[in-house]
Structures are given as structure tokens and as C-alpha cells.
């Protein structure tokens, strides 16, 4: 009996109409558009504007994007895992409200919580589940309404973050494609560098929180770059180390998008030629969990069956992590 791997079988997506572009930025912050894009990349971002509306619209658009491309029925799926940084609410998992209002009502969902590294450390997850050949059909979803929980007069962290969502189908595979490797990891000094420092256990919601705008994202901007810089360089090296790969193996890289300067470090290190590196950061800015997800939804004509994928991530805690894929399809 061939081993069981855990491929990708389809991928789905969902971005807001809104656009909120650099040059609109600057009427509302002192910043402008040559010094946005020279460092980060970032030319708009989408931002979900719709009142009432959080995380769960655009994960439930997403998912059905997947399911109307691959003609699945939602009762098929065993498992949905919604990786996010912004659930609808605090307690209630806003994967199981996905679940449910796609009609995925056999399987059962939980939210995973890891920053900007959430949907890299679902594609773990969902992976261990196929391979334990008790599940054969696992949903992840990143998803981010980032626009929730920034603060638009702060020019340090406005110009960075979108909103969006996308998702990709885990399902058996005995051909020796899908996840091949990974590499986690995390360090508990990033906490008190990129963080929301109210709304949890240590500092519930007051008003002198709310009027000391604790709700918003923080971010030591330096301080991350420079660990998100060695983070993902150094595991995606490692990874293909590890697998014997050389540049010339490795067809693309899949990097979060949250920065292009830290996109070309993790590629260089890599020794990748700049036409390897899919990006769309330009397009969408950093939608955190939706990252990874939405770069293989816009690019996956270019994907080929059998192509070598190397996935990385960095986010706040800090998470970081690398993973390597065979793909696993040709788009029709």
C-alpha cells in the first residue's frame, strides 16, 4: 500500500470591493505613496466596509469559491479549520458558524490562532489529520478583517494591513505529491513586539483602554522586520536543505506577504531567481492569515502538477515556519 500524503486539491478566494490605495492614505496620515511602496511593497489594500459584516462573510465567500470551482458538496468535508487573527467573537469559534453556514454539517471546526503564521501552521494540522487516514476531506480557511483592529491614524501600521480570505481542500494522495516537510517554529520574546495589549485575560476592555487606543494592533516595526528577515531566510534555506533542493528544484516560492524587502531576503537566501517568487502583496498589502492562501488562488494557473512549493511565514508570538509541497493539479 503507497503511503498517504496530504495534497492540495482546490483553492478558493474572496477579497472586498473597497479599495483603500496609497494615495487616499495620504489624506489620512502623513506618509505618501513612494515611501509606502519603496518599503513594504504595498500600493492598496482591500477593506471590508460593510456594516455588521466580520471575519466569517469572507471565509463563507472563500469556501464557496472552492466548493462552485471543484463541484464538492459542503456535507463531504470531515473537517474545517479557520485559521485567523480576527474572529467575529471572542469565545464562539468563528469556524464552526463557517462550517455551519456553508453546510458543511458532517464535519466538525476550530479556530487556529497563530498570527500572520496561522495558515501555515493549519496546512500542518490539516496535513497530520489526512495522513492519519481518519479524515479525507479537511477545509482550511485564512481569513482577516485586519481593518477591525487598526488604528487609521497610526501611519506605522495603517499602510501595512488588509482584509481578505482564502482556502484550500486537504484530501488524500498516494501519488507522493502534497506536504512533503515542514518547519515550526515560535519564540515568546516577539510578544511584547507586535501584539494588541487589551481585550484579553491581563487587560480586559475599560474605558481607559478604549481611550488609550489598546484595541489597536502595536507594532515595533524594526524589530520585527529584523526577526521576520532571519526567521523565514533561515527555515526555508533549512527546508531545502533538509530535502536536498537547489534553486533549480525549487519551481516557486509561497511567501507571506507582508513585506517585499523580507520577501527577496527569504528569496535570496534561497538563491531564487525573482521569477520564482509569486507576490500580490502590491494588490492586497498584509491580510495576515489570507496571505498564502490567496497567492495560490491568483497564481494557480501558473502551478503545475508535480511542481515543488516552498511555503514560509512569520507572524507575532513570534511564529515562523516553512513548509515544502509537491503540488498536486493542473487548473482546468
Not at 501519488?175 to 501584539?195: A, C, H, M, P, W
Not at 516557486?252 to 531567481?273: C, E, V
Request: aromatic residues 8%; glycine residues 8%; proline residues 2%.
Amino acid at each position: 500500500m503507497s503511503k498517504i500524503t496530504a495534497a492540495i486539491t482546490a483553492v478558493g478566494s474572496y477579497v472586498p470591493d473597497f479599495v483603500l490605495s496609497n494615495q487616499v492614505l495620504e489624506t489620512m496620515v502623513d506618509t505618501n505613496d513612494e515611501w509606502i511602496t519603496s518599503r513594504t511593497g504595498i500600493k492598496e489594500r482591500r477593506l471590508l466596509k460593510e456594516e455588521g459584516k466580520g471575519t466569517s462573510f469572507m471565509a463563507i465567500k472563500a469556501a464557496q469559491n472552492l466548493l462552485e470551482k471543484r463541484g464538492l458538496d459542503a456535507k463531504e468535508i470531515d473537517l474545517v479549520i479557520m485559521a485567523t487573527a480576527t474572529p467575529d467573537l471572542p469565545v464562539a469559534a468563528t469556524g464552526v458558524y463557517v462550517a455551519t453556514e456553508i453546510g458543511a454539517t458532517n464535519a466538525f471546526a476550530f479556530d487556529l490562532q497563530a498570527a500572520c503564521s496561522s495558515f501555515l501552521y493549519g496546512m500542518s494540522i490539516a496535513s497530520a489529520y489526512i495522513q492519519s487516514g481518519k479524515y479525507k476531506k479537511v477545509l482550511l480557511i485564512g481569513a482577516d478583517k485586519m481593518s477591525s483592529i487598526i488604528d487609521y491614524t497610526d501611519r506605522a501600521t495603517c499602510i501595512i494591513f488588509g482584509d481578505g480570505a482564502g482556502a484550500v481542500l486537504f484530501e488524500p494522495n498516494e501519488e507522493g505529491l502534497g506536504l512533503q516537510d515542514e518547519i515550526l517554529r515560535s519564540d515568546g520574546i516577539g510578544r511584547e513586539f507586535l501584539k494588541i495589549e487589551a481585550g484579553g485575560s491581563i487587560l480586559p476592555p475599560s474605558q481607559s483602554t478604549i481611550d488609550n487606543k489598546q484595541h489597536f494592533v502595536f507594532q515595533d516595526g524594526k524589530t520585527v522586520f529584523k526577526y521576520a528577515v532571519s526567521g523565514m531566510a533561515d527555515v526555508s534555506e533549512k527546508i531545502m536543505q533538509r530535502n536536498n533542493l537547489t534553486h533549480d528544484d525549487v519551481n516557486w516560492l509561497i511567501a507571506h506577504q507582508a513585506n517585499k524587502r523580507i520577501i527577496d531576503a527569504t528569496a535570496n537566501r534561497m538563491g531564487l531567481d525573482e521569477n520564482k517568487v509569486l507576490v500580490n502583496i502590491e494588490r492586497y498589502g498584509n491580510t495576515t492569515s489570507a496571505t498564502l492562501p490567496l497567492l495560490l488562488s491568483d497564481f494557480e494557473s501558473k502551478l503545475k502538477k508535480g511542481d515543488n512549493l516552498i511555503f514560509a511565514a512569520f507572524g507575532g508570538g513570534f511564529t515562523w515556519g516553512s513548509i515544502y509541497l509537491k503540488w498536486a493539479y493542473n487548473k482546468n
